[in-house]
């Protein structure tokens, strides 16, 4: 078995900057951006909320949902100067204005009502949560880098498995899923080789073609969810050490 | 669906920064090595069908890097040795950066390999193997520059490859420099082990002749590299790195090592280029000497020594003359009788 080329259709094409996009005078577009944003951050919003904050679930969860309604409602996101921070830093500090006000009158916390609720998974993030060490917190900042690259990672290898099976070629993810994400120690070329009845040299050019889509998606995310194009050259820099055009 | 695990991230980071071939010829599998100058990874070459390593810069739009990785391409091109990784092909990746694939070498280190050599005859033979490739690229006019245990692998059937040959300068390159006045090393930061160093250097602390520490480019050439072999053994007997300002032979007295054997190392270690071995082939003699228990050039043996090792070298013969003798004297003391 030969790897397809999926370099033509697969490929979605290069995505503007969301925050680009919530500027857009079209209200749908703009509904479009902010729900790609909250997709890009809420994560690492409620787990900042959880673990720097040290919400309980109620109240962080609340409290998640609450700063991305306001942000929808009173516009912040737009208000982003890309001349005084990162994308990911402004969205950092508004969650903390937002959870030093809500802590200021926490009557307010506890609301639910007047908030239109976003589907969320709170529990799987929940679950996340709960496997990180609270004792070996890194910095909020450092933190906060740490839950946006996983949830960028977690978002485009999901988008990467649909890929693979709305294709009908759901083997090369189950390699790179066996070799690259979960890998059982001690795991080879070979062994996945004669599990699958591929050659060794099939297994090597089925995962190279799956870590170049996890990279090309992975870069296109990352676009959409950076301020500007200087910003997302910077982000592409640390995150892969690429200079990307 | 929960999240990736850190080792997940990790791993996804780490196969994002992996090169991108646009021929599509070569397929990455690992990292194998990382340096201050490049990182070698071990790939498929589809067209071929087999395992090559492939070297590329660390950084993009670096002009020092992209020189000195095209100057090792080409000398590793211009030396052909089994002691040496023969190249297969030079090209650049899709982001610009230039990259060369070599043979890939299976096995390990010296530093790692000499942990498992027990044997000192077996030590030696291995030094022996360094120094053939070594001879043979000064023969052709290069000098290798960093020398160390860490740039010697050694193969399975004990076969021995010089690697890293990034800092290699021909000694004409060397001489040119100087005429010209120019710096022929390149920046202080590249220096590897850890060490500091005042002023433009380029090598590994502790295996780095003095005159290359100095930067000293003109008085640089091939006993440099006599320097760093004489490191090297001091490591195959010491299990150590040299340490400057102090003397090596005592160290190597220290750890049991033979007299003639410690003199050789200490001459090939020596401060001053002209107390040293000025050839690779002289000190591969004095190697070869001690081997087959023949006096070394290093070393003024004491007649007592001298007999001693006499004894050793012709201990079968001293034995057959001596029981030969014993039997004719019991034989003349029966007949006696």
């Known amino acids: 078995m030969e790897p397809d080329d999926m370099r033509g259709g697969g490929f979605p094409a290069t995505r503007h900057s969301a925050i680009e996009r919530i500027r857009d005078g079209n209200p749908e577009a703009r509904r479009e951006a902010f729900g790609d944003l909250v997709e890009g951050y809420w994560k690492p919003v409620y787990k900042h909320l959880r673990l720097t904050w040290r919400l309980d679930v109620e109240d962080a969860r609340d409290l998640t949902q609450g700063f991305f309604a306001d942000a929808f409602q009173k516009s912040w996101l737009e208000r982003y100067e890309p001349g005084k921070a990162k994308f990911r830093t402004f969205v950092r500090v508004c969650a903390d204005r937002f959870a030093m006000n809500m802590r200021q009158s926490s009557s307010r916390l506890k609301r639910g009502g007047g908030v239109q609720t976003l589907p969320l998974d709170f529990d799987g993030a929940e679950r996340e949560v709960a496997s990180r060490d609270p004792r070996a917190m890194p910095e909020p900042e450092e933190f906060f880098h740490q839950e946006f690259v996983r949830a960028l990672f977690d978002k485009v290898v999901a988008d990467l498995r649909a890929e693979y099976e709305d294709r009908g070629r759901p083997i090369p993810f189950t390699l790179f899923e066996r070799y690259d994400l979960e890998p059982v120690e001690g795991v080879s070329y070979a062994q996945l080789a004669a599990e699958f009845g591929l050659t060794p040299t099939q297994v090597t050019n089925n995962l190279a073609q799956v870590r170049r889509r996890f990279r090309e998606r992975a870069l296109d995310a990352l676009r959409g969810l950076c301020g500007t194009d200087q910003e997302f050259r910077r982000e592409a820099r640390d995150l892969f050490g690429l200079e990307v055009e | ?337």
């Not at chain 2, 950084?59 to 020189?67: F, G, K, P, V």
């Not at chain 2, 052909?80 to 023969?86: N, Q």
């Not at chain 2, 440099?224 to 007295?253: K, N, Q, W």
């Open chain 2, 1 to 337: 669906m929960s999240g990736l695990s850190d080792a997940a991230v990790t791993r996804l980071r780490t196969l994002g920064r992996w090169p991108e071939f646009e021929s599509g010829r070569y397929s990455v599998i690992e990292e194998i090595g990382r340096g201050g100058m490049g990182t070698v990874y071990l790939a498929i070459d589809d067209e071929l069908e087999r395992e090559v390593a492939i070297k590329i810069p660390n950084a993009l739009a670096s002009a020092d890097l992209e020189d000195r990785l095209q100057r090792e391409a080409r000398v590793l091109a211009t030396l052909e040795h089994p002691g040496i990784v023969p190249i297969h092909d030079l090209g650049r990746l899709a982001d610009g950066r230039l990259f060369y694939v070599m043979k890939r070498v299976k096995g390990r280190t010296l530093r790692e390999h000499a942990r498992d050599v027990a044997d000192a005859g077996e030590r030696l033979r291995l030094f022996e193997r360094i120094l053939e490739p070594v001879a043979f690229a000064h023969a052709q006019g290069f000098i290798h520059r960093d020398l160390t245990p860490g740039n010697i692998m050694v193969g399975r059937f004990g076969e021995v490859m010089v690697m890293d040959w990034g800092i290699a300068k021909s000694v004409s390159e060397l001489r040119q420099s100087t005429v010209d006045g120019r710096q022929s090393s390149p920046p202080a930061s590249e220096v590897n082990a850890g060490g500091t160093a005042e002023g433009v250097v380029v090598g590994t602390v502790g295996f780095m002749a003095p005159e290359q520490a100095r930067g000293a480019g003109e008085t640089v050439d091939q006993r440099a590299d006599v320097y760093g072999l004489g490191g090297i053994l001091f490591f195959l007997f010491t299990a150590g790195s040299p340490v400057p300002d102090a003397d090596p032979f005592a160290l190597m007295r220290q750890r049991g090592v033979a007299r003639p054997l410690s003199a050789v190392c200490a001459r090939a270690l020596a401060k001053d280029p002209q107390q040293r071995y000025q050839t690779v082939a002289e000190l591969a003699a004095d190697v070869a000497a001690y081997r087959n228990g023949r006096a070394v050039s290093a070393y003024c043996e004491t007649t007592l020594e001298r007999a001693a090792r006499f004894g050793r070298v012709h201990r079968t013969a001293i034995l057959l003359v001596l029981a030969y003798m014993l039997m004719r004297t019991a034989v003349a003391l029966l007949a006696g009788r």
